[in-house]
Structures are given as structure tokens and as C-alpha cells.
């Protein structure tokens, strides 16, 4: 079972479309049972939709503070990982 640390880094790699499959399953099977991981999956892949969607410079309010959440998840995996 993944740490809930481990899933949260896994989050931008999936969201990217660039994580594993079994690595996938891993993270989901821990979603299934954590209600935070699954709040905070729920929240990014929310926000990554919207902003695919509307790719608008300016972000409502209510929306900034997950924009910084992904970007803060993803400096932590750019970081984390190395090139
Ligand atoms: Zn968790």
C-alpha cells in the first residue's frame, strides 16, 4: 500500500498522464480507502479539468488556492524526481 506522501506525488504524474499503470492502480486502490487522498484527488483532477477546459489567465477566486496546491505538487515532483 502506497503512504498517502507517495500518492499525493503520484497525483501530477497521473494528472500528466505520465505514471505507471500498476503505479496507477496502486494510487486508486489507496484512494479507495483514504478519504483525504480522495478529497484532494477529486479536488486536482477538478481543477486540471477546468483548467484544460477554459485555459483563462485569470482564475476565479474560489479556484486560485487549488491552482497553487497543483503547482506547488508539481515543483515537489519536478524536484523529487530530477530531470
Ligand atoms: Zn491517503
Do not use: N
Not at 504524474?13 to 483514504?34: A, F, N, R
Not at 480522495?38 to 484544460?52: Q, S
Request: hydrophobic letters at 35%; one cysteine or more; aromatic letters at 4%.
Amino acid at each position: 500500500m502506497m503512504t498517502c506522501k507517495e500518492v499525493l506525488e503520484s497525483l501530477s504524474g497521473y494528472l500528466d498522464e505520465d505514471l505507471k499503470q500498476d503505479l496507477v492502480v496502486e494510487m486508486k486502490k489507496h484512494i479507495g480507502v483514504c478519504t483525504e487522498c480522495r478529497a484532494e484527488f477529486d479536488t486536482l483532477t477538478m481543477t486540471i479539468k477546468l483548467y484544460r477546459h477554459f485555459e483563462t489567465p485569470e482564475m476565479p477566486t474560489d479556484c486560485h488556492d487549488r491552482q497553487v496546491k497543483v503547482l506547488e505538487l508539481e515543483k515537489m515532483r519536478r524536484s523529487g524526481k530530477g530531470a
